[in-house]
């Protein structure tokens, strides 16, 4: 597989469940990201890993938790959420450090509804 | 604070009627600006980046400008399979991508 690789790629929850978000990416980059994307709003960003050290966390609630393992690996634990979690969780990566050639690339998104 | 603006939200054209998008930024410290294209339950997919005023980039109907304040991606005879919501974002001294909220583009046969 090539790219940045999101799954699931949809996921309902109760607001009591525990679930992870996951990506993949194959495109030997060493920076990651989570965003939040709500409808008629511009993409937040959540948390930023770059040599797997956490280097952002946007004021995000403690019901979102990330993990990255490794430079490849990036995972989003949700628990607890809110009905207004409800969005398209969106992973991305990037170089650090160079010169932004092509910004982030993208995966797929999942889109959580939690009920 | 760094901030992008995009107009207008939403644009409908009937196929083959050109048009503009607009995207205008405050940033410290501009590293580069970039437009991507996002199907609906989709990823953005990179389109182009610019880096300094002046600069152009053109890829099939597309074509990309850049100034110190603005940018703008002209769509030269659209078709249906150009409707999708084309989002700007800038990159800030820091490595920051800032978004804009998109245009949602609808070109009607």
């Known amino acids: 597989e090539t790219g940045v690789t999101q799954t699931p790629r949809h996921l309902v929850m109760g607001m009591t469940n525990k679930k992870s978000l996951k990506c993949e990416q194959h495109?030997?980059?060493?920076?990651m990201y989570w965003y939040k994307q709500s409808a008629k709003k511009p993409l937040e960003l959540m948390f930023v890993y770059s040599l797997e050290e956490r280097v952002e966390n946007n004021s995000v609630p403690s019901r979102f938790s990330p993990e990255c393992p490794n430079s490849s690996h990036l995972f989003l634990h949700l628990h607890t959420l809110q009905p207004e979690d409800s969005a398209l969780y969106l992973c991305?990566?990037?170089?650090?450090?160079?010169?932004?050639?092509?910004?982030?690339?993208f995966g797929s998104g999942t889109r959580l509804t939690v009920v | 604070e760094d901030q992008v603006t995009q107009s207008p939200e939403a644009l409908r054209l009937q196929e083959g009627e050109s048009s503009s998008l607009n995207c205008s930024y405050t940033?410290?410290?501009?590293?580069?600006l970039f437009w991507y294209r996002q199907d609906p339950g989709k990823g953005p997919e990179f389109l182009f980046t610019l880096y300094s005023a002046g600069e152009e980039k053109e890829k099939e109907r597309l074509k990309a400008t850049l100034t110190k304040k603005e940018s703008f991606l002209h769509i030269t005879a659209p078709k249906p399979e150009d409707s999708a919501t084309y989002l700007c974002?800038?990159?800030?001294?820091?490595?920051?991508?800032?978004f804009g909220q998109g245009t949602t583009l609808q070109v009607k046969p």
């Open positions: 974002a800038v990159q800030d001294n820091t490595g920051k991508l800032i």
């Open positions: 495109l030997g980059h060493n920076a």
């Open positions: 940033v410290s410290g501009l590293r580069g």
């Open positions: 991305a990566s990037s170089q650090a450090g160079r010169n932004p050639k092509y910004g982030y690339t």
